[in-house]
């Protein structure tokens, strides 16, 4: 079943979450039991992230190694591991850094025949190398143009034009948003205007990258509003769970941790830094609830137990 779909039947504000593949290397059973704590909470989708190869650096005898590496493949096999085993509607990233769009048209393929009937499409960041293309072979530049090969998809278009009648997916397709702004926008607007562009071209939803303050939520969706974009847009939360996080967090995702946050996390011990974290989204979603949001999407990412005290607070 689509997001919009769940979006639109529920009279209620829906939970939904995001977990991460694990590392290569690593078993499923930690990601397959964090998915069975999930379930308990009937999410109506859980999200897979994806990820590109990447260059990594190394330290051996010869001296400092460049590797490219693909550390967390998976995103399909844990989709189709959530809705044969949990019958919970799996979202899997797709990213267009990274891929060719004839990758991505195969894979495209393999989430239809999974029944896989969602998607949300991304850019990706710079994987820090560059993938030589093959001839011939072409690449999404911008989400934009990920939500185009996919609507083209969608009607039964394929990168090859000879491929007459073909049969058509029918993926709806959520995009990402930032009430902060995209770290490589010259202002908010631009960016509001980039997404309404993404919309324009057949994205059904947004998720907005994760924020510590609702009033930035607040105003985007206003300012999306304003700007004629009609879609839902689903806030994105996440639980600070350690002192690290205060830099990890807006290095890694251009956001701001509020200042009465930071202080509350600085002066707790050690012991204590969850229950601050927790308390932090407690008064966070209760807000969003209270003001009927369509949907809380969770990141959890490895670990659900921060985000299940959440939600055991606010009587789930
Ligand atoms: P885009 O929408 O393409 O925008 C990227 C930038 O380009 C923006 O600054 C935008 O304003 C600008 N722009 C857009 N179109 C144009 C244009 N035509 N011309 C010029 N500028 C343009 N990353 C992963 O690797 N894996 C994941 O699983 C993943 N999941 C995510 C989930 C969510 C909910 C969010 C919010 C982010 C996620 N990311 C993930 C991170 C994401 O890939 C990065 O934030 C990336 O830098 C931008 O992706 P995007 O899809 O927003 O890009």
């Known amino acids: 079943m689509k997001i919009v779909e769940h979006l639109a039947n529920s009279d209620e504000t829906i939970i939904s979450f995001e977990i991460i593949p694990p590392r290569r290397g690593s078993d499923i059973t930690g990601v397959r039991n964090t998915v069975s704590r999930l379930a308990n909470y009937k999410p109506p989708f859980i999200d897979v992230t994806s990820h590109a190869a990447e260059a990594v650096y190394e330290e051996t005898k010869n001296g400092i190694e460049r590797k490219v590496r693909r550390k967390r493949p998976g995103t399909l096999g844990i989709c189709s591991m959530i809705k044969e085993r949990f019958n919970i509607e799996p979202v899997p990233h797709v990213l267009c850094k990274g891929f060719s769009k004839e ?29 030589p293309i093959e001839n011939g072979k072409t690449v999404n530049e911008y989400a934009i143009n990920l939500v185009e090969q996919i609507k083209s998809l969608n009607k039964g278009l394929y990168l090859d034009s000879s491929l007459l009648n073909a049969e058509g997916t029918d993926f709806c397709i ?143």
């Open 103 to 131: 990758e991505t048209e195969n894979f495209l393929i393999d989430l239809n025949y999974s029944e896989i009937d969602n998607i949300l499409a991304l850019r990706g960041d710079d994987p820090g190398f560059i993938r």
């Open 174 to 316: 959520g995009v990402a948003g930032y009430p902060e702004k995209h770290f490589q926008a010259p202002n908010l607007m631009t960016d509001i205007r980039r997404t309404k562009e993404k919309v324009d071209a057949g994205a059904d939803y947004i998720v907005t990258q994760m924020f510590f303050d609702n009033r930035h939520y607040f105003k985007y969706v206003d300012t999306c509003r304003q700007a004629g974009i009609n879609v839902p847009i689903i806030p994105g939360i996440k639980v600070l769970t350690s002192k690290e996080q205060l830099k990890s967090l807006p290095s890694m995702f251009h956001i701001d941790i509020p200042l009465e946050l930071t202080e509350l996390v600085m002066d707790s011990k050690e012991e204590k830094l969850i229950e601050a974290g927790v308390k932090w989204t407690y008064a966070q979603v209760e807000e969003l609830l209270k003001r009927d949001v369509p949907c809380v999407h969770f990141y959890v990412m490895l670990d659900s137990s921060p985000v299940e005290e959440v939600l055991g607070m606010l009587g789930f």
